[in-house]
């Protein structure tokens, strides 16, 4: 029998930080499920002086490999093995391709938190076959943002490793997305180009597009990032990307008045049942065979079984259709969700 103990990471969102246990121990089941084979036993929330941790069981200890899927989960901020009552910090260095004030840096009204980002990223990857074979390959791995914001998911996509797309309505977020990148960028001395095209050719709307390729060079052989910034309706997203071009999808819906969804056709609403209706098969057509999809929402505003029906229409498999082991609280008027989903080969 062996034991780990996940210190918390505390968060800038105190509501957040209450909600953060429960959260991780939901996201260790499911990749224990997904990833690890089932292997853990009872996990616990423990305090030890002011601080806050949850605990496993193994019945031998971890490999690795095994031990990098605890370290990388959204709010560990330390690992430990459990030593006969001590703490023992393990070997092993969670992922982080650039210093975390990418992901810190930037604030805004709305943003969504950086751990519960983090989760949902994670949930994507982990469900993904195609992901998962191109990380093991050493290829790398596509994230799309269809509903893109200011680039939180993005930020996190680029500490991960991976080539992201982001596709947004609102010009002033994009804008404001490409000047704090390329600001981060120049402050790091990190070498990278700038590329940016406009399509406006038989379009209801001037849409935009900026490449942002970053440098990088890995073990001595080019290991370029490349992210992409979209100022157009998601609805659009085939007039950008290949059909099955991305690895994973993941999307903060909207869910109050700081995420109020916006397309030239559903205008502005806070409302995402009417925008899923078409969004949904347009994302399952850029998205891969074998890869996944992981949604946030406001319970609040969409009952779970609605938007599994919704997904399962356009052709996803909902995975653990009925959990709710992801819902939290946001503030009065948001109770916050995730759902999981796949796209089959067939």
Not at 37 to 51: M, Y
Not at 273 to 297: E, K, M
């Amino acid at each position: 029998m062996a034991t780990y103990a996940l210190l918390i990471e505390p968060s800038f969102n105190r509501v957040y930080t209450r909600s953060a246990p429960d959260v991780l121990a939901a996201e260790l089941a499911f990749m224990d499920r997904v990833v690890l084979g089932g292997r853990i036993g009872e996990t616990r929330r423990v305090d030890r002086g002011g601080a806050t941790f949850v605990e496993l069981d193994v019945d031998e200890p971890l490999a690795p490999d095994d031990l990098a899927v605890l370290v990388n989960l959204s709010s560990v901020y330390v690992l430990f093995e459990v030593c006969g009552g001590a703490l023992v910090p393990a070997e092993v260095t969670p992922i982080a391709w650039y210093d975390d004030d990418l992901l810190t840096t930037l604030r805004y009204s709305g943003k969504t938190n950086e751990q519960f980002t983090e989760l949902l990223v994670n949930l994507a990857v982990a469900a993904s076959t195609a992901a998962t074979r191109r990380r093991v390959a050493g290829l790398p791995i596509r994230l799309l943002d269809p509903m893109a914001g200011r680039g939180t998911t993005l930020n996190q996509g680029l500490m991960d490793g991976f080539d992201v797309i982001g596709i947004e309505v609102e010009q002033r977020d994009t804008d404001a997305y490409i000047q704090f990148l390329t600001t981060w960028l120049e402050s790091k001395r990190i070498k990278h180009r700038i590329q940016s095209w406009t399509y406006r050719k038989g379009r209801p709307t001037t849409a935009h597009q900026t490449r942002i390729t970053i440098k990088r060079v890995l073990d001595e052989v080019p290991a370029d990032q490349v992210v992409d910034i979209i100022h157009d309706d998601t609805l659009l997203a085939r007039e950008h990307l290949k059909r099955s071009s991305v690895d994973v999808i993941v999307a903060d819906l909207p869910y109050g008045i700081q995420h109020g969804s916006r397309t030239a056709q559903w205008g502005s609403s806070r409302d995402a049942t009417g925008l899923l209706v078409d969004a949904l098969p347009v994302w399952r057509s850029v998205l891969c065979g074998d890869g996944a999809i992981s949604l946030a929402w406001n319970r609040r505003m969409l009952a779970r079984t609605e938007l599994v029906a919704l997904l399962e229409s356009a052709g996803f498999e909902v995975l653990d259709r009925d959990d709710r082991s992801f819902e939290h609280r946001v503030d009065r008027t948001i109770s916050r969700d995730v759902v999981v989903a796949t796209k089959p080969t067939s």
